[in-house]
C-alpha cells in the first residue's frame, strides 16, 4: 500500500499546489512535507526540491519565494484568471434557469477553479440578485439527453407543460408526448430553449427546457432537414428570439441621444447612425415588424419616432388609440 502511496505522489503534490496556493499564499517546503506525509506519502526536503524540478521540467510551472528561511512553492497560472471565474459565476447567478440548488453547486465548483484561497473571496463577495430562479431539477439531465441527442443526429421525446395560477404543471397535448428532430440549444434572456424542427409540419419550433419532462432520445436519425438547419441557427436565432417573426422592413427611427445606447444593444455596435440635432441622432435598421417590436419600441415612448416608412406611423397611431381605448 505504502508502494502504492508513492506511485501517486507526484499527483498529490500538484493537486495540493493547485488547490492551496498561489502568489500571496504559498506552501513552504515543511509545510507541504507535513501535508503529504500526513497522506501516507513520504516527503523529505531533499526530495521534495526534485520533485517540483521534474513538475517543472514536465511544464507545469512552479513557482517559488522564500517564507521564512526556507523555499515556499506556489502556483501562479490557471485555467482562468480571477475575472474570468467571477463572469461565470455572475453568469450562473443570473440565470432563471438553474436553480437555486444547482447555481450554488456549480458555483462551489466553478469558484475552485481558482484555488481554496480564490473561491473564498469570491464566494464571499456574491451577491444573490436573482430571486426568479425556476425549481425544475430535472433541467439539467434534460439538457444532458438534448446536447446527447443533437450530437448523435437522433430525435428526442419528452412532454412539455405550461404553470397554473397554483404553480402546478399542466401538461398540453393532455400529457402527450412530443417528437420532435433537435437543431440547437440557444441561452436567451435568461432561459435555455431548444430549437428543434417537425418533418410533420416542416417547421421549426422552440421549447423552453425548463417546462420539459421526461425527455429520452429515441433510436431514429433525424431528416436532412434538420441537420442543414444547424448551419443557419444563428440567422434563426436572430430573428426569432429578438424582434422579429413578421414582414421585413427597412426602419427609419429618430431618438434622443439617451437611447443610443439601447439602439446599439438591439441591432448591434456596427449600427450607422447620423447626427439629426443637437440631441438626437437617426438609424436605419432592418426588423420584421411583430408585436415583440411594437413592446421594444413602445417602451421609450416620446423618445423615439418612427420616419419610415409611413404606413407603420399609421399603424403606430393605430395601435395607440385602441390601448388607449381599453
Not at 431539477?137 to 448523435?152: F, K, N
Request: glycine share 6%.
Amino acid at each position: 500500500m505504502r508502494e502504492n502511496r508513492q506511485k501517486i505522489k507526484l499527483l498529490k503534490l500538484m493537486e495540493l499546489l493547485q488547490q492551496e496556493t498561489d502568489e500571496l499564499h504559498p506552501l513552504s517546503t515543511n509545510e507541504i512535507c507535513n501535508r503529504l506525509n500526513t497522506m501516507g506519502i513520504s516527503c523529505e526536503r531533499r526530495t521534495l526540491a526534485k520533485d517540483i524540478s521534474l513538475l517543472n521540467e514536465q511544464g507545469y510551472e512552479v513557482m517559488w519565494c522564500r517564507v521564512g528561511k526556507e523555499k515556499g512553492y506556489y502556483i501562479e497560472e490557471r485555467s482562468f484568471s480571477v475575472p474570468e471565474i467571477k463572469i461565470l459565476i455572475d453568469a450562473v447567478q443570473a440565470a432563471n434557469f438553474i436553480t437555486e440548488k444547482k447555481s450554488s453547486e456549480l458555483i462551489d465548483k466553478i469558484s475552485s477553479l481558482g484555488g481554496s484561497h480564490q473561491a473564498d473571496i469570491l464566494k464571499s463577495n456574491l451577491v444573490h440578485f436573482n430571486t426568479r430562479k425556476h425549481s425544475n431539477e430535472t433541467i439539467y439531465y434534460s439538457v444532458g439527453y438534448l446536447e446527447d441527442a443533437i450530437q448523435q443526429k437522433n430525435k428526442v421525446l419528452f412532454r412539455y407543460f405550461d404553470l397554473d395560477e397554483h404553480g402546478e404543471k399542466v401538461y398540453r397535448r393532455d400529457g402527450h408526448r412530443y417528437v420532435v428532430e433537435p437543431v440547437a440549444l440557444v441561452f436567451h434572456e435568461d432561459n435555455y430553449y431548444v430549437v428543434v424542427y417537425s418533418a410533420k409540419h416542416d417547421s421549426t419550433a422552440n421549447y423552453r427546457v425548463d417546462r420539459m419532462d421526461n425527455v429520452e432520445i429515441l433510436d431514429e436519425k433525424v431528416s436532412q432537414k434538420a441537420l442543414a438547419l444547424r448551419n443557419e441557427v444563428a440567422g434563426y436565432t436572430e430573428r426569432v428570439f429578438k424582434m422579429y417573426g413578421g414582414q421585413s422592413v427597412d426602419l427609419v427611427i429618430e431618438f434622443d441621444d439617451k437611447l443610443i445606447g439601447a439602439v446599439y444593444d438591439k441591432f448591434g455596435e456596427n449600427t450607422k447612425m447620423i447626427r439629426a440635432h443637437e440631441h438626437g441622432c437617426v438609424a436605419t435598421v432592418k426588423v420584421q415588424i411583430s408585436p415583440t417590436f411594437w413592446g421594444w419600441l413602445f417602451q421609450f415612448g416620446k423618445q423615439m419616432r418612427i420616419l419610415s416608412p409611413a404606413n407603420l406611423n399609421d399603424e403606430y397611431t393605430a395601435i395607440v388609440n385602441e390601448l388607449v381605448r381599453n
